[in-house]
């Protein structure tokens, strides 16, 4: 019978890779330098050791990727979006004081519904850089399926926080992002953690 992962274990691995990822600076790196990375830790002493006495080895470059590195990934991209508040965002883009009506939980986290004194709808949704589209899809899904937020007719307005995480993004890369948006009315907010 396999040994089972016990918690104390599992957390020293994630830390260890979590330490390791800093170090490489895993977020910035190209695919292929991203591979050879998981490599290495696959053969690692503190990591793939590790987990080749509770997994099949086959398992373990799986485990660390999806089960340790893409939730590295999902924590800096949180704590980037969390930097940057959506009522400031709207005032920076509409020159409009609002308050928050609503918070996205679940699925919908990093969805943020807002409302000005005049009553104007607006929505923010966080996503990364690289898919700034899944985020545009989840504020209009939101949209679509709640047809509150259209007020007199008047669909809310989009606004999107993309968190910019390790990767360099160079003006041009904005302004390109900005002007696909820009013809559709929607406002890009890029944020740092």
């Known amino acids: 019978m396999a040994k089972v992962l016990t918690p104390d274990k599992k957390s020293a691995v994630k830390k260890t890779i979590y330490k390791k990822a800093d170090e490489f600076n895993y977020a910035s790196r190209s695919r292929i330098d991203c591979g050879r990375f998981m490599d ?21 470059r799986t485990y660390i990727k999806d089960g340790v590195l893409n939730a590295y990934t999902k924590e800096l991209t949180a704590k980037a979006l969390k930097a940057t508040s959506p009522t400031d965002t709207i005032t920076q883009f509409y020159s409009v004081e609002s308050s928050v009506i609503q918070k996205g939980k679940g699925k919908d986290i990093g969805l943020t519904v807002t ?40 669909t809310p307005s989009v606004c999107l926080h993309l968190a910019v995480i390790g990767q360099d993004l160079t003006d041009a890369d904005k302004q390109h992002i900005n002007t696909a948006l820009a013809a559709i009315s929607v406002k890009a907010r890029f944020c740092s953690g």
């Open 115 to 154: 409302r000005s004194v005049d009553g104007k709808i607006f929505v923010v949704s966080g996503g990364t850089v690289l898919k700034w589209e899944t985020a545009l899809r989840k504020a209009l899904e939101l949209i679509a399926k709640e047809s509150g937020l259209t007020v007199n007719g008047n």
């Open 40 to 60: 290495e830790l696959v053969t690692d002493d503190e990591v793939g050791s590790v987990l080749n006495n509770y997994m099949a080895k086959e398992k373990i």
